[in-house]
């Protein structure tokens, strides 16, 4: 099985910060990586599909890159409506989801 | 509008059985994929497992394999998770999700609200 690993788990920032977690997969999953954001008391929301491809409507100051085991999800700026859990997927091979990232306030 | 609507949770012993449901309106049901991902209190998104869109193939997280049985119903747009033997570790808010396209092995583009599992005695 594919494990994934996402630092850091709790990441502490102001409005305005860039903003930068980690997902590291335990095998090459050839770009078949996904970004979900999930708020409180709610569904996770798909943001970044094909490591770096943003899904319909989400904001430009999110960016994914990587390839290969190594990947990356940006916020340039971060906003208000930003501070939340994110957590990273592999779709290579069955699926596994890494341990989250909580983006919380200074 | 698209959309998924989970079911069925209930508070259940250890040891019992029950059948989540998990509804699709406003688009082909047949032209996707479907994963269940669950989510105990306070912690992390698992994956359990997926099924694909003519519910011939069917795979399971460890966790899971040979308790938890996934199906689907097309003609009903709908999908079912059918637990046995739950244990307390099972206590979670299951949700039901949709792959982009028919290709099981995908990114999940559309989450329901979940339904609560809680396994207590």
């Known amino acids: 099985d594919i494990q994934m690993t996402q630092s850091p788990s709790t990441l502490s920032a102001s409005v305005g910060d860039r903003v930068t977690i980690t997902c590291r997969a335990s095998q090459s999953i050839s770009g078949k990586l996904a970004w979900y954001q999930q708020k409180s008391g709610k569904a996770p929301k798909l943001l970044i599909y094909k490591a770096s491809t943003l899904d319909t409507g989400v904001p430009s100051r999110f960016t994914g890159s990587g390839s290969g085991t190594e990947f990356t999800l940006t916020i340039s700026s971060l906003q208000p409506d930003d501070f939340a859990t994110y957590y990273c997927q592999q779709y290579s091979s069955f699926s596994t989801f890494g341990q989250g990232t909580k983006v919380q306030v200074k | 509008e698209v959309q998924l609507v989970e079911s069925g949770g209930v508070v259940v012993q250890p040891g019992g059985s029950l059948r989540l449901s998990c509804t699709f309106s406003?688009?082909?049901?047949?032209?996707?994929?479907f994963h269940w991902v669950r989510q105990a209190p306070g912690k992390g998104l698992e994956w359990v497992c997926l099924?694909?869109?003519?519910?011939?193939?069917?795979y399971y997280a460890d966790s899971v394999r040979g308790r938890f049985t996934s199906s689907r119903h097309n003609d009903k747009n709908s999908l079912y998770l059918q637990m046995r033997n739950l244990r307390p570790e099972d206590t979670a808010l299951y949700y039901c999700?949709?792959?982009?396209?028919?290709?099981?092995?995908?990114?999940?583009?559309?989450w329901g609200r979940g339904t609560l599992v809680t396994v207590s005695s």
């Open positions: 406003g688009s082909s049901f047949d032209d996707f994929a």
């Open positions: 099924i694909s869109w003519d519910g011939g193939t069917s």
């Open positions: 999700a949709k792959t982009y396209a028919a290709d099981p092995y995908s990114y999940l583009d559309l």
